[in-house]
């Protein structure tokens, strides 16, 4: 089925660790984002990117990393992970000018101890 | 920066009742959209409005864009079990910023059978 692909779908980390969480759209889509949600936070931006080539920080970019691999894949990383980074994560992406074409990913709930 | 006041942030109704939900802002947006997050997914868009004073409904849902620009609401009719989840608005002002689409921080519905 179409949509947004995210894995894994948990993870836990110990403090320090690395990891990237993967996210892949089949729509062609030109923009794709980062989310986080944590209760009663809603949903915050990390990084987003327009178009292939480029990315761009969000609200809450500290302590993560981004790579636009193609027009498909749009990679976080945590480099040394921290127990505020507990969260679930959430990629999305759109279409330009097709506000309603921005679909999510299923998320990534990732605990860091 | 901006922000959108979403309330109530819970609520807790018995089948069949009608539901109300709205969001504010003191910033003006030229589009806002509802989603809804159901446990373990992503979320999901229900309604977009993309005109002030447009009143959308899908199904049961029945969604306002504010006259003023600066607030929108939901009404559920005749709620039933499969409406519990995390309501979401969101807003943008399209043309700026792709990464500029923000988020309420949602509201919880319970409904009792």
């Known amino acids: 089925n179409a949509g947004v692909t995210q894995t894994p779908k948990f993870q836990v980390l110990k403090t320090g660790q690395s990891m990237t969480l993967q996210c892949a759209q089949d729509m062609n889509h030109n923009s794709m984002y980062w989310y986080r949600q944590d209760p009663g936070m809603g949903l915050r931006l990390i990084y987003y990117?327009?178009?292939?080539?480029?990315?761009d920080k969000g609200e809450v970019p500290n302590g993560y990393n981004v790579s636009r691999l193609n027009k498909r894949e749009f990679s976080l990383r945590l480099e040394s992970a921290a127990p505020s980074q507990t969260s679930v994560y959430f990629c999305?992406?759109?279409?330009?000018?097709?506000?309603?074409?921005?679909?999510f990913g299923s998320g990534t709930r990732l605990t860091v101890v | 920066g901006q922000q959108l006041n979403q309330s109530p942030q819970s609520m807790f109704i018995q089948e069949g009742e009608d539901v109300s939900m709205n969001c504010t802002s003191s910033s003006i947006f030229n589009t806002w959209l509802w989603y809804k997050q159901e446990p373990g997914e992503g979320p999901v868009l229900l309604i977009a409005?993309?005109?002030?004073?447009e009143l959308t409904s899908n199904g049961r849902l029945t969604a306002q864009f504010g006259i003023t620009r600066k607030d929108s609401f939901l009404n559920i009719s005749a709620s039933i079990p499969s409406d519990v989840g995390i309501y979401f608005c969101?807003?943008?002002?399209?043309?700026?910023?792709?990464?500029?689409?923000?988020f309420g921080k949602g509201t919880k519905l319970s409904v009792k059978p």
């Open positions: 990117s327009a178009s292939e080539g480029t990315t």
């Open positions: 969101a807003a943008l002002n399209y043309g700026g910023s792709q990464g500029n689409l923000i």
């Open positions: 409005l993309y005109k002030a004073g």
């Open positions: 999305a992406s759109s279409a330009p000018g097709r506000l309603d074409g921005y679909t």
